[in-house]
């Protein structure tokens, strides 16, 4: 039988509290070892899982330079009127480093300032836009922390919204990488990260923007994201590359050759990971019979399940439900989990979701069916 309608069949054969598959991704696998790379900090995750792919002192304290950006950028969609005009500031104007060239009294909107943050890593763009959503530097970059916390980055503070060195400015790659994979959940972010270059007339701007991040030009499947430099961070870049329809972050930091050491950890990950669709959004898992109706739901996922699964392992997944159900149940109410193990290994879990809702029977037809 393919593997495809295997998988199919034992998903939808409901036979006990626990369904249960075991694929073996490839009998063959590559003898691949992981690169040494020239970085004092690197991670690669896939940014659905969070799955690590590769990491060198991931979880060491450093400074991070341009890329705080990616967290001033994700803070500014969210919370920002992209279309508001801001009027460049004295202080905005007159900021040190890299720079798009705003004047004073300029008006820009927040959206081409997001654009000249991301594409020309503007410092310029990164005071106006803390201070056009937040009123000044200082309570912008509250915010920033605030949202950090609220996200999971647990080993990140912030000073500045653009990431000049500061004493108590502060990342981890790997809080980086889940900075990334946050702010990429966002199309409009992957919108601005992925061009190459901005015409001024077709999107109303007020100059043109070219992307400064070679990584574009230089790996066919990347889609962003930011560079950065500082003498304390040295040479950073995060890195969004899609792989099979899942987008992988790395990020190098303190790397001298950031581009070349960039593609030597993809490479890695083309020949040590295959990307496997497990289930797809909205597919049925498994059918539950809701007591005392003995009307049924199904469970579903809410979104694609995509995996890094390393090439000659075997790939279990697992669907767990609790033995008995009562109704009411409401729909998209979690019910059961996905559990997905590679080498008796967990690596990922997601809940699963009722299709549809089953509601409590009442009065003379509740008691006909219980004396029948």
């Given amino acids: 039988m393919h593997v495809k309608n295997y998988i199919n069949f034992l998903l939808a054969f409901i036979v006990s509290f626990t369904s249960f598959f075991c694929v073996n991704v490839n009998a063959e696998p590559e003898n691949v070892k992981p690169p040494y790379i020239e970085a ?20 060491i304290l450093t400074p991070m330079a341009s890329t705080t950006k ?72 509250q915010l920033m922390n605030e949202y950090a916390t609220e996200i999971g980055l647990v080993d990140t503070h912030f000073e500045s919204p653009h990431g000049l060195d500061s004493s108590m400015h502060y990342t981890t790659a790997y809080d980086l990488a889940l900075a990334t994979a946050k702010a990429k959940e966002i199309k409009e972010f992957n919108e601005i990260v992925s061009v190459k270059d901005v015409d001024a007339a077709a999107k109303g701007f007020s100059r043109g923007y070219h992307n ?45 050759q950031r581009w070349r050491e960039t593609k030597k950890i993809n490479e890695f990950i083309s020949k040590t990971y295959d990307f496997k ?46 033995k008995d159900i009562e109704a009411p149940i409401y729909k998209d109410e979690k019910v059961g989990t996905i559990n997905i193990y590679e080498d008796n290994d967990l690596i990922y879990t997601s809940p699963l979701c009722t299709e549809n809702e089953v509601l409590k029977e009442k009065g003379i037809k509740k008691w006909y069916k219980f004396f029948k």
């Fill in 277 to 322: 669709l497990v289930i797809k959004k909205g597919e049925i898992v498994k059918s539950l019979c809701i007591l005392p109706t003995k009307k049924t739901t199904n469970l579903v996922a809410k979104e694609d399940i995509r995996i890094p699964i390393k090439k000659g392992s075997a790939m279990d997944v697992q669907i767990k439900t609790p």
């Fill in 212 to 256: 400064i991040n070679k990584i574009l030009w230089q790996i066919p499947e990347a889609n962003g994201v930011k560079t950065g430099y500082t003498g304390q961070a040295g040479k950073c870049l995060v890195t969004s590359v899609n792989k099979g329809g899942s987008d992988i972050i790395i990020v190098v930091i303190n790397c001298p």
């Fill in 40 to 59: 004092r900090n690197a991670i690669a995750i896939d940014a659905k899982t969070n799955r690590v792919l590769y990491e060198k002192n991931a979880h």
């Fill in 70 to 141: 990616i967290v001033t950028a994700l803070v500014a969609l969210k919370y920002g009127d992209l279309n508001k005009k801001v009027t460049i500031s004295a202080k905005a104007a007159n900021i040190r480093g890299s720079v798009v060239g705003y004047k004073k009294g300029e008006e820009i909107s927040l959206r081409e300032l997001i654009y000249g943050l991301m594409l020309r890593s503007g410092n310029d763009a990164a005071i106006a836009i803390a201070e056009g959503i937040s009123g000044s530097v200082e309570q912008f970059v």
